[in-house]
């Protein structure tokens, strides 16, 4: 008998500094249901709005089956389509029907998917300080936790903002220099290469803060360094400008966690550009084009490193956990070490050992929500502070 869409729901819930949007597709089935992540944590009542009057009214009554066909009529049934809205509002629909397919058959994801490449998924985590010595340290209680792979930032994505050199009445706002955060960052990325084990892995996101030109420069600078990755050095806008540091190094490259759009990820795959895609998988549209982006990137050598700190929610790690343990072109996951609510409040959330994010077995995306526990979190409506971002100048800049 078809099993049908009976609600589609978002759930609004904070419990850290994020705020997180988890849909939950209710079914025919007495019981059965999915969960899926739909967090943009910026705009959080868009995409309530996009999930409950828009894509609801369209999916009640479908087939739970028909994961791809839905999908599919999610993106053009809107017309306008690879907005971010409305991209994690399908995500969030899509992640769920693959959980109610994986408790359908009894079966976690990453069988549905075509079954484990490897046991657990390495992880890569954060390290921070205001100098070169708070970073090391910073590392080093994360090495000394059991983590292998270290990404290093010092005072925010846009480096100390001490000193600045600002006209009169500049305007409030999170400041930063992006000619002196090549010169701090270059000196904290060789301060703490040298004083760790060659064996840990060095990771960095410049975060699309530098001029193309000096993020060129940078990736030329840093090569010596042999991080694991260099993350978005450029912004979506000046992608053109891989092909120029391709040319010019080797330091490997990551890119994506901005993305809404095929066209923007395709180019670079084909052509070799980069050597990790990094999308949100929720951004893109949830497991299923994620799952097509992993095939495709790896018929061209080009690896996974999904995005993954706290905003995406714990079901959207679960489900970058089910892609992970999948893939065969896995290259490594970004992981946030969540919080003691965290793990109360999403029974099944996928735990670290030794460096290794390892998965339950439960049938589905293996992970619930005590919804009780999330209404007593409820979002926080702030003006976002981090995202006004400026030059020395008082200019506005991509965060
Ligand atoms: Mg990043």
Known sequence: MTVTITDVSAILTQPGPSRLVIVKVRTSEPGLYGLGCATFTQRVHAVEAAIEQHLKPFLIGRDVDRIEELWQMSMVHGYWRNGPVLNNAISGVDQA???IKGKRAGMPVYQLLGGKSREAASVYVHA??????????????????????????????????????????????????????????????EHVRTEL???????????????????????????????????????????????TVRQQCATPLAMGELFNNPHEWRGLIVDQLIDFVRMHVSQVGGITPARNIAIFAGTFGVRTAWHGPGDTSPVGHAANLHLDLWAPNFGIQEWYQPSELEYEMFPGLPTISDGYLYPNERPGLGIEIDEELAAQHPCEDIIEQWTQTRRPDGSSARP
């Not at 590392?139 to 990404?151: D, K, Q």
């Not at 925010?156 to 220099?177: Q, S, W």
């Not at 084990?197 to 010596?224: G, S």
């Open 97 to 99: 029907l693959w959980d």
């Open 197 to 243: 084990d060659p064996a840990i892995e060095l990771l960095h996101d410049i975060h699309e803060r530098l001029n193309p030109i000096d993020a060129v420069q940078f990736a030329k600078d840093v090569e010596q360094y042999r991080l694991f990755f260099l993350e978005d050095m450029f912004a979506p806008e000046d992608i053109g400008w891989f092909r």
């Open 128 to 189: 921070s300080g205001r100098d070169p010595h708070e970073v090391e340290d910073s590392a080093r209680t994360l090495i000394e936790e059991g983590y292998r792979n270290v990404r290093i930032q010092m005072g925010g994505y846009g480096g100390e903002a001490a000193n600045l050199h600002r006209p009169k009445d500049a305007p409030e706002g999170n400041y930063f220099d992006p000619r002196a955060y090549s010169r701090s960052m270059l000196g904290m990325i």
